[in-house]
């Protein structure tokens, strides 16, 4: 089983450091790193999973909020499935004001 990390989507909320400890908080850029990895392509970081370590890469993958991480089996198969940009909630400025928050920027009242 292989993880594969996208640095450059990650936006530095730190979750997959909470769920596995091969990934580290690097607050200097903002962003994850992963551990022990090779970089396949800019900014693309890759690593074998140890099998007592498979659970919580798992799990740092689906608490991704950009989906930066991916698992693969064996055979190359992703079998962490999140969809996408599940986990974003984006409030544009008319939702907020549909909503009742009158604090925007614009607003004449």
């Known amino acids: 089983m292989r993880v594969e990390y996208d640095r450059?989507?990650?936006?530095?909320m730190y979750q997959c450091v909470e769920?596995?400890?091969?990934f580290e908080a690097n607050k200097t850029d903002g962003k994850a790193d992963l551990k022990d990895s090779d970089e396949r392509e800019e900014e693309l970081f890759v690593r074998e999973i140890p099998e007592d370590e498979e659970s919580d890469a798992k799990f740092a993958a689906r608490v991704c909020p950009v989906d930066a991480i991916a698992i693969y089996d064996d055979d190359g198969e992703q079998i962490?499935?999140?969809?996408?940009?599940s986990s974003l909630v984006?409030?544009?400025?008319?939702?907020?004001?549909?909503?009742g928050d009158h604090t925007t920027s614009g607003s004449s009242e």
């Open 8 to 12: 450059d989507t990650c936006i530095g």
């Open 90 to 99: 984006r409030f544009t400025p008319e939702f907020r004001l549909a909503a």
């Open 19 to 22: 769920e596995w400890d091969a």
């Open 80 to 85: 962490v499935w999140v969809s996408p940009k």
